[in-house]
């Protein structure tokens, strides 16, 4: 079994709404308490901190031979046995792929280069070759881009 941890994408975009925010509070201290800059630097200091606490990066996609499956230790938030496994749209150019498991809720994106999500995942490579791996061929289809598939589709 692997394990591959949810991690934050845009830790630079937190870490610089943190010290903008963390300076604009100082100045604002400084300046006696001056209320619009004390409010920014609060929100940018909290937003910052709120993507960085946030409680997905405790979850992790564990692939075995049975399936694949997102938990968070003892919290499992949906598991797809290969076989339930809908389609799956992969770039191994970009180690991108799309896990459609039927539903939204049950779908998994492997985000790559360029794809849009607010997350990442620890060693993409590995994950995309595991799935690829295990899932029938008639269910893949590889792309160049999933943003290619997107457009074709439409």
């Given at each position: 079994m692997t394990s591959h941890r949810?991690?934050?994408?845009?830790?630079?975009?937190?870490?610089?709404?943190?010290?903008?925010?963390?300076?604009?509070?100082?100045?604002?201290?400084?300046l006696g308490i001056a209320a619009l800059p004390l409010a920014t630097g609060l929100v940018g200091v909290a937003f910052g901190a709120a993507y960085l606490g946030s409680?997905?990066?405790?979850?992790?996609?564990?692939?075995?031979d049975d399936g694949?499956?997102?938990?968070?230790?003892?919290?499992?938030?949906?598991k797809l046995a290969w076989g339930d496994i809908v389609r799956v749209i992969a770039s191994p150019t970009t180690h991108t792929c799309f896990v459609d498991g039927g539903e939204p809720a049950r779908s998994l994106l492997v985000p790559g280069d360029?794809?849009?999500?607010?997350?990442?995942?620890?060693?993409?490579?590995?994950l995309v070759a595991a799935?690829?791996?295990?899932?029938?061929?008639?269910?893949?289809?590889?792309?160049?881009?999933?943003?290619?598939?997107?457009a074709q589709a439409r």
């Open positions: 949810f991690r934050p994408r845009y830790r630079g975009v937190a870490w610089t709404a943190i010290g903008v925010g963390g300076s604009l509070t100082g100045i604002a201290l400084a409680p997905t990066w405790r979850y992790a996609v564990r692939v075995d694949l499956e997102v938990r968070a230790k003892d919290v499992t938030k949906f360029g794809a849009p999500a607010p997350y990442d995942l620890e060693d993409r490579p590995a799935i690829l791996a295990r899932v029938p061929s008639d269910k893949v289809t590889l792309v160049e881009t999933l943003g290619q598939f997107h």
